[in-house]
């Protein structure tokens, strides 16, 4: 049986930081990539924000890490448009925001990586995937005080545990592509379709509040 | 002047020539000086062939930059050129036109001549380097389609739902790849490389994918054939595709497959046990709407109720229990019709209270309305009247939303409060003071009925700063004054035999008697609450170490006062890391006590100490932790990037700093409400709100509205801190929500941002003052 996962975020930001500045963004990107659907579920419901501006944004950043740079200008333009598309408390939508928050924040934080070369942009836009997941098993618990118990009971969950898994697989072979120099493209591409196909699991989750 | 050359002589040497039309050269017989002149003349004839010469080599090198100019165009338009195969020829031809422009403003044959024969070895450079590049990019571009040609292969393959296309479709990839191999684009070894890597990506992906549609599939089709002695898996070979995975991949895989199925199995469950869920709750419902209707008519008019009616009425088959219960309780109540002796709302009343409101998971909590009829029938041996169902209910309702849960949380510990003013106890009590309690339930209820209908909100009639109060309602029902144990002890050591001395009136208010009796209970909660918080053992600090004094305060903080069970003999100031507080004893810090030795009485301080006497900001020790505090809210400053908590809790910190003082309790709470929050990264930083509310036990912190606190929020708290968990609700109304549900009396409020105008009512309709944007007193009902 595999070993228990623990979100890590200084050990990821040291791994992150050994990767080249376009496949940090790649790893952010696909984090974003898994929970768009949880924006796109929480905006039909509520009525509230507009998914094609991080629909938009993603694309960008795909075609930018294949060849396609963006200027910086235009990163600016559009980390501002995903800015004002994220929930807060501000907004009294009625239907729960959390994870369409965290999915925003995702997005912004890819383009974030991109315009600072910083591990930690990528490794927040990860952090945010993993909160999604560990805050729909805590919002199941039947208590109103969160004990410890229930901390370790959440990260044990395959949900979170599945989530946990991809970024790690994600930081494998992005670390390989890395050593081989070769053939970014369609290593990015692979990993992309696979965090689409994996985003389905994500908007289950959502879809069952 | 200008001068002859010396050599020519003087113009008196030179002599006198006349000018010949006729001749070119004038030539005369001049003796030396006329020799000399000869020989000049025959050089200027040489010198216009040598102009001419000259002019000739300038219009070459005009032609030369001219035609160099041009080739760089030419180079540069040809860059871009896709068409490799004609690209040299197309070259050569564009270069030689340009040559020959150029030439043509030479006028010397040699001159042009040779300039032409010069820049046709550059133009065959040139065309040269053109060819190799064609060639490179017609290669590299031969390479990308092939690779781009083994992409779509993939795609196609996994496409398929038929195996029997497999073989064409690789087939065609291997043909263009030899193709490619055989026109230079691929070397062999890339050759081979090529057809493999796409084979593999074919199998990894499908295996991938078949993990992810169908996982019990692949369980079926990946699983290992045998495991080693090293107990790692091996693959027999099959035949297909299956084969060419890696075997590490695929034991990964597989490992994704039976997650995945997993994850199905669990959502099937939970999906199975929703559905039941919500059958059981329909039915549950519908029983109760039933049952609803006759508990509202019974406990006004029992004789009203058609018995015969409510027996027929149809309840789900699941709901027989509750119709059960109900016949029973009706049939009691009709019974007992008139029957002054059992009205009221029940002798059990107030212990069936206490369940219906217990904490969730306690194991006689009831939260079935089954449960509270048969309390009413005959089984409940008149434990509840009708009435008291009726009020009962309400409480098993308040859960629909957060301002039910609320104002019932509101109520709850309202009546906790009159209960205990009333009968002493907030556990059942002797049947005496249980019949004043009922007494005053008989006017509270009514009341507070009546009041909800004229259109006060519940927060007006159960908030002691409110001129609605519903509690002044309770002394008329609290118990006749007792003798003070002074007047008592005179009265017992009398000579008189007369024990009826009339005795004195109690003059103390309502709240002083209360505190009394609730006092010793506070006390011994208050001990265990500050060895908590003081990472000490009480017990084992009370056995094991000395005793020092009392608790004392003067205008520099906490103090040890010298007693008779003390074993000091002068006053000396309190200091946390060698001192323990137990109520108002004061002991020395032991290590056999400490419960965790790396907690520092600087630590205590922060995490806050407790109400009353023990308040951080009076600490004497805190001086030093003053001096963290203020750090911890410099770094909370900086991190918080300009929130309005963030300001406070450094201006808190340069006052502290300034003036060498502990910051006040608020500021600390502030500090620590801001640390909790800055645990969040940037975006959600900004987003959310998190508040921290001190109240008469732990310090309860929350998150909202977006969400409540998040895991790495929750693993920061400290021992005397909990978290509060409302989704949707604001971090104010969380934590404040929170605190009347588990009885606490909110103190100090912190937030991150600022308290909106809802929180803001609602802390007031609580008895809150806002004491600035972000931060909210609570004073206490004594004051």
């Known amino acids: 049986m595999a070993a228990q996962l623990d979100f890590d975020e200084p050990d990821l930001i040291a791994r992150l930081a050994r990767l080249p500045s376009k496949l940090r963004v790649v790893f952010a990107a696909l984090c974003a990539e898994r929970q768009l659907p949880n924006y796109i579920q929480f905006s039909k419901r509520s009525g509230w924000g507009n998914p094609n501006v991080l629909k938009d944004a993603l694309e960008s950043i795909w075609q930018d890490t294949q060849g396609q740079p963006l200027t910086k200008a235009e990163l600016e333009t559009i980390l501002e448009r995903c800015m004002a598309s994220i929930p807060s408390d501000e907004q009294d939508t009625k239907k729960e925001p959390a994870y369409a928050q965290d999915a925003a924040a995702s997005v912004a934080y890819a383009i974030g990586a991109r315009l600072t070369d910083d591990p930690k942009e990528a490794a927040w836009a990860a952090r945010r995937a993993f909160e999604a997941v560990d805050y729909f098993v805590m919002s199941q618990i039947d208590s109103t005080t969160i004990m410890g118990e229930h901390l370790r009971f959440a990260l044990s969950q395959p949900i979170v545990q599945a989530e946990l898994r991809r970024q790690q697989a994600d930081l494998q072979d992005l670390q390989l592509a890395s050593a081989e120099k070769s053939l970014w493209a369609s290593v990015i591409s692979k990993l992309r379709d696979r965090a689409r196909r994996d985003a389905e699991l994500f908007l289950n989750t959502a879809a069952r509040q | ?783």
Request: hydrophobic fraction near 40%; charge should be negative.
């Open chain 2, 1 to 783: 002047m200008p001068k002859l050359p010396e050599a020519l002589g003087t113009p008196q040497d030179v002599g006198a020539v006349a000018p010949d039309p006729s001749r070119i050269i004038p030539h005369y017989e001049a003796g030396q000086v006329g020799a000399a002149m000869q020989g000049f003349a025959r050089d200027l004839g040489a010198s216009a062939n040598q102009v001419q010469d000259v002019q000739d080599r300038l219009s070459r090198a005009a032609a030369e930059q001219d035609f160099i100019s041009k080739k760089l165009d030419i180079d540069q338009q040809f860059a871009g050129d896709t068409d490799y195969a004609t690209a040299p020829q197309r070259y050569r031809q564009a270069l030689l036109q340009t040559l020959n422009d150029t030439s043509q403003g030479i006028l010397g044959p040699v001159q042009r001549a040779d300039f032409q024969q010069q820049m046709s070895r550059f133009t065959e450079v040139g065309v040269d380097s053109i060819l190799r590049q064609s060639v490179a990019k017609a290669r590299d571009a031969g390479r990308a389609n092939v690779t781009q040609a083994a992409g779509a292969t993939v795609s196609d393959a996994l496409r398929t739902p038929d195996e029997a296309n497999l073989n064409p479709i690789f087939n065609a990839l291997n043909d263009r790849i030899q193709a490619s191999m055989e026109a230079g684009y691929l070397s062999p070894e890339e050759a081979v490389a090529l057809r493999k890597s796409t084979a593999q990506s074919y199998v990894s992906q499908r295996g991938w994918r078949l993990a992810d549609a169908d996982p019990q599939q692949a369980v079926d089709t990946l699983r290992p054939s045998a495991l080693g002695d090293d107990g790692q898996p091996s693959f027999a070979k099959v035949g297909d595709w299956r084969d060419l995975i890696d075997p590490g991949e695929r034991t990964s895989i597989l490992g994704r497959a039976q997650q995945n199925l997993e994850a199905e199995q669990r959502a099937a469950d939970i999906e199975a046990l929703r559905q039941q869920r919500q059958q059981q709750k329909a039915e549950a419902d519908a029983g109760n709407a039933i049952a609803s209707r006759y508990v509202d008519q019974l406990a006004v008019d029992p004789t009203s109720v058609d018995v015969g009616a409510l027996a027929r009425e149809r309840f789900p088959d699941s709901q027989q229990d509750t119709r059960q219960a109900l016949l029973g309780a009706a049939q009691t109540a009709i019974a007992q019709a008139g029957d002054k002796t059992a009205a009221g709302y029940g002798l059990g009343f107030w212990q069936a209270f206490n369940r219906v409101t217990a904490a969730d998971g306690a194991p006689n909590k009831i939260t079935d309305p089954a449960e509270l009829l048969k309390l009413a029938g005959p089984e409940g041996g008149g434990a509840l009247t009708m009435q008291g169902v009726h009020q009962l209910q309400r409480f098993l309702d308040a859960n629909k939303t957060v301002e039910d849960r609320a104002q019932s949380a509101m109520e709850q510990n309202f009546l906790r409060q009159a209960h205990a003013a009333i009968t002493g106890t907030e556990a059942p009590a002797d049947p005496a003071s249980e019949a004043r309690f009922q007494n005053f339930l008989g006017a509270y209820f009514p009341a507070l009925q009546d009041s909800l209908a004229s259109g006060k909100s519940a927060m007006q009639l159960l908030s002691a700063a409110s001129s609605d109060y519903l509690g002044k309602l309770i002394p008329a029902f609290a118990p006749p004054p007792t003798p003070r144990p002074d007047t008592a002890a005179a009265a017992a050591t009398s000579d008189r035999r007369d024990k009826d001395i009339e005795t004195p009136p109690d003059n103390r208010s309502f709240w002083e008697r209360l505190g009394d009796r609730w006092g010793a209970a506070a006390r011994s909660w208050n001990e265990d609450r500050q060895a908590q918080l003081q990472n000490v053992d009480p017990v084992l600090t009370r056995q094991l170490a000395p005793r020092l004094g009392s608790l004392g305060e003067d205008d520099a903080g906490v103090i040890i006062v010298p007693d008779s069970r003390g074993i000091l003999d002068k006053t000396i100031r309190f200091d946390p890391t060698k001192h323990v507080i137990l109520g108002n004893d004061i002991y020395e810090r032991v290590p056999e006590a400490e419960e965790s030795p790396r907690l520092s009485g600087a630590r205590a301080f922060l995490g806050g100490l407790g109400p009353g006497p023990l308040a951080a900001s009076t600490l004497a020790g805190g001086i030093e932790a003053a001096g963290a505090g203020a750090r911890a809210a410099e770094v909370a400053g900086a991190e918080a990037q300009g929130t309005r908590a963030a300001e406070a809790a450094s201006a808190g910190a340069r006052v502290a700093e300034t003036a060498g003082a502990a910051p006040t309790e608020i500021e600390v709470l502030s500090q620590r409400a801001q640390q909790i929050h800055n645990i969040l990264d940037p975006i959600p930083r900004k987003l959310r709100t998190t508040a921290a509310l001190s109240t008469d036990g732990p310090t309860i912190v929350g998150g909202g509205a977006v969400k409540d606190l998040e895991s790495a929020q929750e693993a920061a708290l400290q021992p005397g801190e909990i978290s509060a968990k409302l989704p949707g609700a604001r971090a104010e109304v969380t934590v404040l929500t929170e605190a009347l549900k588990s009885g606490l009396r909110p103190r100090l409020l912190a937030t991150t941002r600022d308290i909106c105008p809802d929180c803001r009512r609602y802390i007031e309709s609580l008895g809150g003052r806002l004491t600035s944007e972000t931060t909210a007193i609570f004073p206490s009902p004594e004051k």
